[in-house]
């Protein structure tokens, strides 16, 4: 499995970015991906997450200003993120794995250990 992530990049608190991630080599029918981060300093943790049935979960402190999404025709991940705050700085990490039926795709720290596939971040620096 290999996934690429673009899209980071600076700017001012209150703009927005959006993030890619190209993924590719997987034969997974039913899976999870999701959006990570990690700030300097604090531990890696899910923000938002996506199932091949179109079920989205999000962290409270992302939700209503990011919004994830797939092209499933393309093979890529999104999130596009607005509104975003200074506290929105950190590396930002895509990730996919399989999913039993009938499982979830959980956010926060709990998530990452789930994941065995990663891209190799994208930093997001957002200024006040």
């Known amino acids: 499995v290999q996934l690429v992530e673009s899209g980071g990049g600076s700017v001012q608190a209150g703009g927005s970015l959006r993030l890619s991630c190209a993924a590719s080599g997987y034969t997974y029918s039913t899976w999870c991906m999701g959006w990570f981060r990690q700030a300097p300093g604090k531990e890696r943790e899910g923000i938002s997450t996506?199932?091949?049935?179109?079920?989205?979960r999000y962290v409270v402190s992302v939700e209503g200003r990011f919004t994830i999404s797939t092209d499933n025709v393309n093979n890529t991940l999104y999130l596009q993120m607005n509104s975003l705050k200074p506290e929105d700085t950190a590396m930002y990490y895509c990730?996919?794995?399989?999913?039993?039926?009938?499982?979830?795709?959980?956010?926060?720290?709990?998530?990452?250990?789930?994941?065995?596939?990663w891209g190799q971040g994208t930093q997001v620096t957002v200024s006040s």
């Open positions: 996506i199932d091949n049935g179109g079920r989205t």
């Open positions: 990730a996919l794995r399989y999913r039993t039926y009938g499982g979830t795709c959980p956010v926060g720290e709990v998530a990452v250990p789930q994941y065995n596939s």
